[in-house]
């Protein structure tokens, strides 16, 4: 079987991090499109969606921001799986229905998270270790989606079909765990990131690689769907 073929629609501003992240821990050939500088498909033909993490804000007047939104939905809508992560898990919520709105707090840092026995989450513990960082949350799930993991700050993955939002960073590596943080000093404070920054140890990125997991899972349940298309087809004919 051919590899999958995914875009990648990287809405990170400085997407240099972000591209070694995704391409490091996705198993299939990823197609970038840089979309906050209004860089999309002009088609729907990938075997998966996977929207990246952003500093932006998904209701910002930002004229970059609604054509994503809407790829999404229509991808969605034709059956693509999509698969979200923090910036992009809002993105996909507002895609499908939902809403998202900003926090009260800023969540940044080492996180305990609790699942709910998804398929995404096979292999992970019930509790476990991410890194987070995000002042915005999904506040409505979309509709006919489900709560798949949560913790005190509200919504960290919900699902739809075969629709993925995860609210936390399982691609992160020590190096952008740490630039993420050192840029959030405007928002939360040199005392603050300072505590995240000490936070951010080898025992503590080793605990967190368990959630690594989930793109192998996203994968797996991707190439599980191309293969029951494929079968599919072979007998209609």
């Not at 007047?61 to 992009?88: F, K, S």
Request: net charge negative; aromatic share 10%.
């Amino acid at each position: 079987m051919a590899r999958l073929r995914f875009a990648l629609l990287n809405a990170a501003h400085e997407g240099e991090n972000t591209r070694r992240n995704f391409r490091r821990e996705i198993d299939a050939d990823l197609v970038e499109f840089n979309a906050n500088e209004q860089q999309l498909p002009d088609h729907y033909d990938f075997d998966a969606v996977v929207i990246t993490g952003s500093r932006s804000s998904v209701y910002w007047d930002e004229e970059w921001i609604p054509p994503l939104v809407d790829y999404v939905a229509e991808a969605t809508d034709r059956g693509v799986p999509a698969l979200g992560v923090c910036y992009g898990h809002q993105v996909l919520a507002e895609a499908l229905g939902g809403r998202v709105a900003g926090m009260d707090d800023f969540e940044l840092g080492y996180s305990e998270i609790t699942h709910h026995g998804d398929e995404i989450f096979a292999g992970i513990d019930e509790e476990f270790t991410v890194f987070t960082s995000h002042g915005d949350a999904v506040v409505e799930l979309p509709p006919g989606a489900e709560l798949i993991a949560e913790n005190e700050y509200g919504v960290h993955a919900f699902r739809k079909g075969n629709n993925w939002g995860l609210q936390f960073h399982p691609e992160y590596d020590v190096e952008t765990a740490k630039s993420v943080a050192d840029g959030k000093r405007d928002q939360i404070g040199d005392a603050r990131v300072d505590d995240v920054l000490r936070s951010i140890t080898p025992e503590k990125y080793d605990a967190a690689c368990e959630a690594k997991q989930v793109f192998q899972n996203f994968t797996d349940h991707v190439r599980s769907l191309r293969t029951e298309e494929t079968a599919s087809a072979a007998a209609d004919d």
